[in-house]
């Protein structure tokens, strides 16, 4: 284990994903672009088994970083929003448009987001609606404001529709070089992981608090199948983000890591370090590789 990233490669950052996510790892970006230059994969595909809210896939294919993305989750209502985004941007914007930012229209959309034979693009407008109306994005959570809409912020708070409209629009016009799949992230890995140019970005379910911030939560289990199989492929080119657990150490102690610092903001502001874990077969470049002062 070695080391601490520099916190000055995190100041740049490139918001393209419309969902708001605890956790997001958008503020990767700068260092992710960093792995894609230092390992010469600018012709290559970017991969996120674990993708959430792709903030840092998005911002690196857009900004021409990488030619390719595939984006995974195992969430289904997380799976029908991007596939609606991507296949569907157009559609997507005019419902944005005209969209009512009601407490009445909020709970129409949480029926549709727990109805399981709800239509795939209306399932996926519910899980965008519900993250940008909700506390804190968390789709289980509930409005802005509450349902009285008492609070200091109403339900439109972070719903900015010229915004969103413009960032829809631009996933549009990278749209056919965005793969988006839904199964679970180890197979995705065993799929991508020894094809050339590819590199993968996994961020997985914390071991501590992912129970009540996402839908599908990890267990001990899926922890070390994950370890396994990436272990497995220590000579391809991954990198792993985890929360600062002794139990990561322990799952990947032949592997070289190092820490940094992310803003998160699930329920309040706070600076925590996470750790980050490096395939033997990666190039790191040295400024994400500085010893720890
Ligand atoms: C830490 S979040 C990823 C956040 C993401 N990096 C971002 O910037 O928004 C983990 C994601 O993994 C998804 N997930 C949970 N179990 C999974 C599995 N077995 N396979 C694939 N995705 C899974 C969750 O739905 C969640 O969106």
Known sequence: MSGALADKSQLRRVTISPLRYPGGKG??????????RANDLTQGTYVEPYAGGAGAALALLVTGQVQR????????????????????????TERITKAELTVKEWSRQKELYLDPSA??????????????????????????????????YKIDARFNKETLTERIRVIGLHARRISVTNTDGIKVIKKHARRPSTFIYADPPYFDKAGSLYLNSFGDDDHAKLAECLNGYADTKWVLTYDNVSQVKDLYSDRRSSLFSLNYSAHRVVKTKEIMVFSDGLVVPPELDEAQG
């Open 27 to 36: 503020s990767l970006y700068s260092r992710l672009k960093s792995f894609v």
């Open 69 to 92: 993305i595939v984006i995974n989750d195992l969430d289904p209502a997380v799976y029908a929003f991007w596939s609606a985004v991507v296949a569907e941007p157009a559609r997507f």
């Open 119 to 152: 239509d795939p693009f209306e399932l996926g407008f519910a899980t965008f609606y519900l993250n940008r109306t909700n506390r804190s994005g968390v789709l289980n959570g509930g409005p802005i404001g509450g349902m009285d809409q008492t609070g200091n």
